[in-house]
């Protein structure tokens, strides 16, 4: 192709023709004749491949090419009205493929445009409404479905079949970055008041996880409660069972502990009380938490290791020994977990790296469970002190302590 104002020149493709190929034009796409391999092709101006047509039976050696005002190509050849029928048909079967992708995009992003205005609402009725704690539960539950919305849209921005539509997909990853503008919560603003004891009547919790009706899953059979402290029901078909996380979807990842004979994570539909699927991770598996649709698991010896929902993958991000009784959790880039044989928790990025390690066996011992809020403060259960310490995010000489 050369351009009439400079002289300069461009291969739209390198594909070799012959030296009697004829070609046209009709608004983005270029057609022409090959009569060596009896073809007729449809590209765009940047040599992307649209269309093929080649049928031997309704056309030889194709030679001059025309397209009408109304898309219409008229081919020099044998039978050239059958040719031009199906050329195009596959011509409009193709604009009904893209217009269709884009009728669904379009959808899609209406449907997140409605998540984000219901999360809006509910953020407003939570603030003035709700408690403290669940304030805490809903805006970490909403929190989880903002990064997902946002995620499935950023991989539509860097789509390039729909790269037109850019403009509208920003202003909408903006609108959902900005939707959960919570005041911040520092170590000195905590003020922990008893809102309600659970009556489980059960001997050995050593997992926990809530659902985004607030409901809690404990460890012990894997029992649901409500909201209100009563249960609901209990899953006794899966064992061994040591710690969960909730995964989207009505669904819970639940990990089988330091048992040998168990080295697996199942995952359960709590609709239908149901295993769904079962991870062989060839370790132990104890503390569990759930990021991307990715599981971060402590794996004793074998240290923290993180397993793709998606293609069951795994990798080692750290080599450090932990306990069987170690715990992680997640917060934005970083992953925080226990060691309760040296009282300490340590905190790293999603490459391994370790961030920062709080040990201070004075107000901490045997550290078992963590959490983390939506500012990022991490609380950390001592198992052998009696103390539910929070530590801020980055500064680990800032923290505070309270008992039972």
């Not at 269709?100 to 997140?112: G, P, V, Y």
């Not at 905590?190 to 809530?210: D, W």
């Not at 983390?372 to 302590?401: C, F, I, M, Q």
Request: aromatic residues 10%.
């Amino acid at each position: 192709m050369i351009n009439l104002n400079n002289e300069s020149i461009v291969n739209v493709t390198k594909t070799y023709e012959s030296v009697f190929s004829y070609v046209a034009t009709f608004r983005d796409n270029i057609f022409y004749t090959d009569c060596n391999d009896d073809s007729v092709t449809c590209i765009d101006f940047q040599g992307n491949t649209r269309s093929v047509f080649k049928n031997t039976s309704v056309l030889q050696n194709p030679s001059g090419i025309s397209v009408d005002e109304n898309g219409n190509v008229y081919i020099a050849g044998a039978d050239t009205n059958n040719v031009v029928d199906a050329l195009l048909r596959e011509i409009n079967t193709k604009e009904e493929e893209e217009s269709n992708k884009i009728r669904r995009i379009l959808k899609s992003l209406i449907d997140k445009e409605k998540e984000i205005t219901e999360n809006q609402t509910n953020i407003g009725n939570i603030k003035q409404y709700a408690s403290e704690l669940q304030t805490f539960l809903s805006l970490k539950h909403i929190e989880t479905n903002v990064v997902v919305a946002e995620q499935y849209i950023q991989s539509i921005v860097k789509s390039d079949e729909v790269w037109r539509w850019r403009g509208d997909f920003r202003q909408k990853d903006k609108q959902a970055q900005m939707m959960v503008a919570v005041t911040p919560m520092t170590i000195d603003s905590l003020a922990p008041t008893l809102l309600q004891k659970y009556g489980t009547k059960l001997a050995h919790v050593l997992g926990c996880t809530f659902l985004p009706d607030c409901k809690m899953v404990l460890k012990e059979l894997i029992a649901v409660f409500k909201s209100d402290g009563s249960l609901d029901f209990f899953i006794g078909s899966v064992d061994p069972v040591f710690d969960m996380t909730y995964i989207g979807d009505n669904s819970v990842a639940v990990t089988s502990g330091y048992l040998c004979d168990y080295l697996q994570i199942n995952l359960i539909d709590l609709e239908t009380r149901n295993v769904t699927k079962t991870l062989k991770v060839n370790s132990v598996n104890s503390g569990v938490a759930y990021k991307d649709n990715k599981l971060i698991y402590c794996a004793k010896e074998n240290g923290i290791k993180i397993i793709n929902l998606d293609d069951e993958s795994i990798i080692n991000l750290t080599k450090t020994k932990v306990t069987v009784f170690s715990y992680a959790t997640t917060f934005k880039d970083n992953i925080f977990y226990t060691h309760c044989d040296d009282d300490s928790v340590t905190c790293i990025d999603f490459q391994g790296n370790t961030q920062w390690v709080f040990k201070n066996e004075s107000v901490i011992r045997n550290p078992l469970g963590i959490s983390v809020d939506v500012s990022g403060n991490v609380y950390v259960v001592g198992g052998g002190s009696n103390y539910v310490v929070v530590t801020s995010p980055k500064r680990t000489e800032l923290y505070t302590a309270f008992n039972n």
